[in-house]
C-alpha cells in the first residue's frame, strides 16, 4: 500500500477538514437551537461589546435554518453566508484541483482578498445604518 503524495494530501485536505466540520455543525444545529433561552451556542461578542452588527452576527441562527431547511429564515439572519456558501465550496473545490474552465473568471475573482475585504467591510457598514432597505440586513429582521 502506498501513501497518498504530500501535493494530494495538501489539495484535499482543507476540503476534507471543511466537510467535517460541516457535518459536525449540522448535526449539533439539528438538535440545539440557537433560539433558546439557555443556548450553549455563543453569540457574536463584537454585537455583546459595542452593539454593531458584524459580517458574522446571525451566522449561527443562519445556518440553524438552513439545517432546518428554512430559507427565508436563513436569509433573515445573515443574507451574505447563504450567497456565499456556493461560492464558497466552489473556492475549496478549486483549490482541490476540481475545476470548470467557464469558472475561471470567477475564480481569479473570488481568489483575490481584496474583493472579499471590500465585501465584508461594506456588508458590516451596510448591515448597521438603520434606513430601509439597509435595516433588511440586520439579523432577525424579516
Known amino acids: ?19 467535517g466540520l460541516a457535518a459536525g455543525a449540522a448535526v ?21 461589546l459595542t452593539g454593531i452588527y458584524c459580517p458574522g452576527c446571525g451566522s449561527t441562527r443562519c445556518l440553524y435554518s438552513l439545517v432546518h431547511l428554512d430559507w427565508a429564515g436563513a436569509m433573515a439572519m445573515n443574507p451574505l453566508l447563504v450567497i456565499s456558501l456556493p461560492f464558497l465550496l466552489l473556492m475549496l473545490l478549486n483549490n482541490a484541483g476540481v475545476r470548470v474552465r467557464a469558472l475561471d473568471p470567477l475564480m481569479r475573482v473570488l481568489a483575490n482578498p481584496m474583493v ?23 439579523p432577525g429582521v424579516a
Open 28 to 48: 449539533v444545529l439539528r438538535h440545539v437551537s440557537p433560539y433558546a433561552a439557555n443556548s450553549p451556542l455563543p453569540g457574536c461578542p463584537l454585537y455583546a
Open 116 to 138: 472579499w475585504l471590500v465585501v465584508l467591510v461594506g456588508y458590516a457598514v451596510m448591515r448597521n445604518l438603520p434606513w430601509y432597505p439597509f435595516s433588511l440586513l440586520a
Open 1 to 19: 500500500m502506498t501513501m497518498p503524495s504530500r501535493s494530494v494530501l495538501s489539495r484535499w485536505a482543507p476540503l476534507a477538514i471543511s466537510a
